[in-house]
């Protein structure tokens, strides 16, 4: 009758299989000939999965939140690779350095997931002509925090969208539209 609840990270374990055909003469280590490989539960998930299979109530609250199973894999994808989209997604690269049009990108100073490098390494994939790229401080806003999600919460209604829009409207002026 009691409900269990599980705090912490929610993984996704990846396990290579394959046998091992003989030692490497470099190292001593195994040289393995891949075969497949398994997706398993990890972290506060698995926790929570063992105690439910055991007839447990749970709730398991976690970073990760309710992400469909694809988005999961592509952003694990993503994540594995030195520059996150544009060698993770095949075509990514390829598509940033097409673009024709043009491209505002805003980073938040106080962004968890996506620091500021790595936005503008993905910003620099564009062609130079196409983007402006603006570093946004959420106190120059009057804003304690804006964070990854933030911009899309209603405290950014009135602070933060109108830069947008009075961007998208600078644009459309120039370009006669």
């Not at 698995?46 to 007839?55: D, I, P």
């Not at 988005?71 to 994808?77: C, D, E, L, N, V």
Request: glycine share 10%; proline share 6%.
């Amino acid at each position: 009758s009691r409900r269990i609840t599980v705090l912490g990270d929610v993984m996704l374990d990846r396990f290579m299989i394959g046998r091992v055909s003989r030692m490497s003469p470099e190292a001593p280590v195994p040289v393995v000939v891949f075969d497949h490989e398994e997706f398993r539960l990890g972290g506060a998930a698995n926790v929570a999965h063992n105690l439910r299979a055991l007839g447990g109530a749970v709730d398991l609250i976690g970073v990760v939140g309710n992400v469909p199973t694809g988005a999961m894999f592509q952003w694990r994808r993503w994540c594995l690779t030195p520059d996150y989209i544009l060698s993770g997604e095949p075509g990514a690269r390829a598509a940033y350095a097409s673009a024709d049009f043009p491209v505002l990108g805003l980073t938040f100073e106080d962004d968890e997931l996506l620091l500021e490098d790595g936005a503008l390494m993905l910003h620099a994939a564009y062609p130079k002509e196409c983007v402006e790229y603006r570093l946004i401080v959420p106190a120059q806003f009057g804003l304690k925090r804006v964070g990854h999600f933030g911009f899309f919460k209603s405290q950014s209604d009135a602070t933060l969208w109108p830069l947008v829009t009075k961007w998208i409207e600078e644009k459309v002026t120039c370009l006669g539209a």
